[in-house]
Each structure stands twice: as C-alpha cells, then as structure tokens.
C-alpha cells in the first residue's frame, strides 16, 4: 500500500522538482499537487507536467494533504508553515528537505497544530543546478535521506516517511537533529563553505588573473568551483541555520590547515605524507560504499 | 617533421606512462626509452609494452636521447639528473612535468653540461590514481601544458618542446617559472592542500563516525577526497617545493575563511549571500573554456 495518497511539495526548485520527478516514476497514482513563490517557476512546472496541480500557495497545497513536503530556503520556513498551518488535514504529516534539522524541530515544532505529526527529512543528495529543470527522478537513488523526528513523534508516522523515501530509492536512517547537524557539517556544509571560500579568493588574488585561473583549473581547482555553483540563497541559510555545528568543525579545520602550514613552512616533509597518505582509505571506502564513482577523475577523462 | 627521433621518459606513474602511450599514439615512429626507479614498475611496463626499451636506469635512459623527460616526484630532481648528466648527448634537451618550476631551474640549471638545453615544462592535467596501469594516452588531449624556460634558453629548443606537447593534443603556453609557481599554487595545490586537510579533519573529529563521514559524503565532502587520494609522496614534494607561493596563497585563504566565519558568527546573510553568488561565473567560464564538464555533478548523475 502506498504510504501517502496526496502528496504536496512546497518549493520546485531542485530538490523538490526532483521528488515530484521521483514519485510520478515510483509512485504514479499519487495525486500530486506543488507551488513555488515565484510564478514563473509555477508556470515553467506546468508547462513541464511535473505535477496533479499547481496550487498559487502554500496553503492551497496543503489541503487535503497526507504529506506536505517543505522544499524552499530554511529562511523560508516559518513563513510557509504559518500559511499552511490552518489547512493541515488532521493526520496529515509535514516534512521537509532541509540541510541543517535542530532549525528545522525548532522554527516548525511551535508551529505545527496538534493533529498533524512533523517528521523532518534530509535527502543527502544533489547537484550544482538550480531550479526546475534541473531535477531529475534518479536523483535520490542509493543515496541516504535522514529522518530527525522530534521527542515522541507518532511511530506510525515516522514509518510512512521511511517507507516514502524506501520507495523513491533512498537508504533511510533515523537520526537525532543536533546529531544530524553536526555530521553534515563534516560531509556537507564546511565543503561548500571551503569551496565557496577558495573560489573567491582566486577570482581577487593580486598577481593572477581570473583568465589563468580558467585556464589552469584543471590541476584541481576546478573541482571546487562544482559545488560553489551551488544556489546561494539555500546556502546562506544553511549556514545561518546550522551555526554552532559549522563554527565548531570549522575550527578544527583551521587548526588542522595550520599544521600544515607549519609543516610546510619548516619543510617537514615527514609529516606532509603522513597525512597525505590517510586519505586513500576513506576515498576507497566511499566508492565502495557506492558513494561516488570509481572511475578516475569522477569520469570525465572517460577515454579510459 | 618529428620534433624528436629519440625520446626517454625516466618515471613511469600516471604522467610517465600516460606520456608513453600518448607518444606511442601520436609519434609512433618515436624510439621510446624508459625507466623507473622501481624495478616492479619497470617490469609492469616490460609486460604493458609501453616502450620500444626498458632501461636499468637514468643514465642509460638517456643515451643518445632527443628529449628526456623527468617524471619522477620533484624530491628525486637532482639525483636524477646527476646520473644522466654524464650521458647527455650534444643537444639533447631536458625537459620533465613537474608541478613546480622555479625549484626545477635551481636544482637541474647548474647540474645542466652546457652541451645540452634545459626547458622544463609542466601539463596541467592528471588523475587521483598513480603508477603505470593508471595512465592514459589521451590525458593531455585539451589541456594546458605550462614551459618555463630559463633566460637565454634556445629559441629552437623551446619551439620543439612546444611542437611535442602540440603533437600530444595541449595547448602550449611559456611562462616565467616564478609566475607559474604562484598560478598553479592557486590552480592546484592549494586545492590539493585543503582537500587533504579537510579529509584528514573529518577522519580525526570526535563526535562523527568514519561510517557517517562516508555514508553521507554525497552532500560535497566526497568530492573533496578524489584529488586527496592523489599520490602522497608527489605532493609532499609539491609544497617543499613551491613553499612561498603556497604559504602566500594560503594566508589570503585563512583571512578569506576568516571573513566567512565571521559573517556566519553574526547571523550577516548579506555578506554570505553576495559572497556565494560571485562564484556561478566562473564555474561556467571553466566550462565554456573546456576545462570542464558542463553535466550537472561531473555527469556522475548520468540518469538525465
């Protein structure tokens, strides 16, 4: 039996476009109903077919609702919830594709009227694009989504998320939010930070200009400017969201990165490959984990 | 005509052997000598038929050669060139692929015969993987190769080195070698230094498992730990190697990093924001020189 009947998303940019791509794929009997606040992506997802219905807001969508899938900006958040909340359908189960969870517990947790249940989600998967025509259905294949209910969340409702996201593809783990948010400070938001960073310190560097750092990319630093493509206003709020966990990891990053610069400055090349050489071991571990590809250089050099 | 009859290649990794395959490609009327410090290498390449002779050692390598190319960690230059030196024939030209280049004038320049022309060159092109099985004839095919030749280097030397690296598919650009230390410093190995960093942080953080580090790498870490799988002790020879530019590129960093930190500190999603957005541009700009793919997450995502 299908977990949800009536399934909203709120948002369709990426991520959300993606599941509504995913459930019509998975799931096809699913009346499947979406908005976004910009109306030219209302009308481009129309024009698309991504959905059932493109509702005007997010109140409208949620009517009727089994599941309602908040898929904006965490800045977003509390203003979404604020117009949906008084056409929640009892029963009915709110989630949401947010990056960072003790927010998430914490901005919709007092919002949230007492008939329906809130089971944040996080599908830890995506690419550098924006925007619906970005999304495709494979998106969350093999990839983990992480559930963050709150203290004393309906079983049954934590269940039928679970079975949602077993169904589009996705590896489910239940986890607790603050713990959630500092792991994903490690795996995700000090990556894009770093990336972001290092890019823009090559684009203002005295003494090199951007066309040699175009042209030279390929020696690595092309491989951080993926990431920093990604769109700058879910990221904002990502960092704005999950402060503390980021301050904290980014600090011993910064300490780690000193020894190094020590270790180069006094030229002890001991220590450089030392731990230069732990590093193998968690890349070969990803791949076989089916985390990323085996193929060298992700496959872009696909001639071998 | 053929810019050489009679080519070595000492060092048989990724970069020596792809040199191998793509001189056997594109010149295979080329005599191919080579060797490798590791007799088990050498015996692999014996066995792959990568080269028309297999020799002991550098010296005999560079009998009677055209061209010798270095591609051996920059750590093992000087010993290196002190046991071809001997057997450089009149005019031959040395060259190699070192990812550092002042440091290549300063150890080769003065152990250089005067009967012989030093024009060293770096292809900014490679892989995560290493040894000869890793290589690849059309490694170069597109990608930028970087010569630094000495003052009053032969004009007619230069122009052969360029017409090999043309011949191999790059594009050929000459560069003061200081200049080039701090382009590729940004390029390149500041990127490899943080990758490295931030693998070996997350490896070491209390609070987060490896397993977790691994199982939600998708969310960017994973992309970071490819060019850290990159072969150790070539790096830690890098940044002996090019030591001031790095530590000048990374002090920009660690301030950049700094003024993020801040701004996520004080809740200031202005200055995140317009930080996040300048990076888009050149992402594409990579792209549009073809130093990228242009499919969404390094077309890992091949489903769309």
């Given at each position: 039996?299908?977990?949800?009947?009536?399934?909203?998303?709120?948002?369709?940019?990426?991520?959300?476009?993606?599941?509504?791509?995913?459930?019509?794929?998975?799931?096809?009997?699913?009346?499947?109903?979406?908005?976004?606040?910009?109306?030219?992506?209302?009308?481009?997802?129309?024009?698309?077919?991504?959905?059932?219905?493109?509702?005007?807001?997010?109140?409208?969508?949620?009517?009727?609702?089994?599941?309602?899938?908040?898929?904006?900006?965490?800045?977003?958040?509390?203003?979404?919830?604020?117009?949906?909340?008084?056409?929640?359908?009892?029963?009915?189960?709110?989630?949401?594709?947010?990056?960072?969870?003790?927010?998430?517990?914490?901005?919709?947790?007092?919002?949230?009227?007492?008939?329906?249940?809130?089971?944040?989600?996080?599908?830890?998967?995506?690419?550098?694009?924006?925007?619906?025509?970005?999304?495709?259905?494979?998106?969350?294949?093999?990839?983990?989504?992480?559930?963050?209910?709150?203290?004393?969340?309906?079983?049954?409702?934590?269940?039928?998320?679970?079975?949602?996201?077993?169904?589009?593809?996705?590896?489910?783990?239940?986890?607790?939010?603050?713990?959630?948010?500092?792991?994903?400070?490690?795996?995700?938001?000090?990556?894009?930070?770093?990336?972001?960073?290092?890019?823009?310190?090559?684009?203002?560097?005295?003494?090199?200009?951007?066309?040699?750092?175009?042209?030279?990319?390929?020696?690595?630093?092309?491989?951080?400017?993926?990431?920093?493509?990604?769109?700058?206003?879910?990221?904002?709020?990502?960092?704005?969201?999950?402060?503390?966990?980021?301050?904290?990891?980014?600090?011993?990053?910064?300490?780690?990165?000193?020894?190094?610069?020590?270790?180069?400055?006094?030229?002890?090349?001991?220590?450089?490959?030392?731990r230069f050489s732990q590093s193998r071991a968690i890349r070969q571990a990803i791949v076989e984990a089916g985390q990323d590809t085996a193929a060298p250089d992700f496959g872009r050099n696909a001639q071998e």
């Open positions: 039996m299908l977990p949800f009947a009536r399934v909203a998303i709120v948002g369709m940019g990426l991520i959300g476009s993606s599941l509504a791509r995913a459930i019509r794929a998975a799931m096809p009997t699913v009346r499947l109903v979406v908005t976004d606040a910009d109306p030219a992506v209302r009308a481009r997802v129309l024009s698309l077919n991504l959905a059932d219905d493109v509702a005007d807001g997010a109140g409208a969508a949620a009517v009727d609702a089994d599941l309602v899938v908040l898929a904006v900006p965490l800045g977003a958040f509390a203003a979404v919830m604020a117009e949906m909340a008084p056409e929640l359908a009892p029963g009915a189960i709110v989630s949401d594709v947010g990056s960072a969870k003790g927010i998430v517990l914490d901005v919709l947790g007092p919002l949230m009227p007492p008939h329906a249940h809130l089971v944040p989600a996080h599908p830890v998967a995506g690419t550098e694009k924006s925007g619906p025509d970005a999304g495709f259905a494979a998106l969350f294949e093999g990839r983990w989504c992480i559930l963050t209910p709150p203290t004393g969340a309906d079983p049954a409702a934590v269940a039928q998320v679970s079975e949602f996201w077993t169904r589009l593809g996705s590896k489910v783990e239940v986890m607790d939010a603050r713990h959630h948010d500092l792991v994903l400070a490690v795996t995700s938001h000090i990556p894009h930070l770093i990336a972001y960073s290092i890019v823009g310190t090559a684009s203002d560097l005295e003494g090199v200009t951007e066309g040699e750092v175009i042209k030279y990319s390929a020696g690595g630093f092309r491989d951080f400017t993926r990431i920093a493509a990604s769109d700058p206003t879910m990221w904002r709020d990502v960092f704005l969201s999950n402060k503390d966990a980021v301050l904290e990891v980014l600090a011993r990053v910064s300490e780690d990165l000193s020894a190094l610069q020590r270790a180069i400055r006094w030229g002890d090349g001991d220590t450089l490959h030392s």
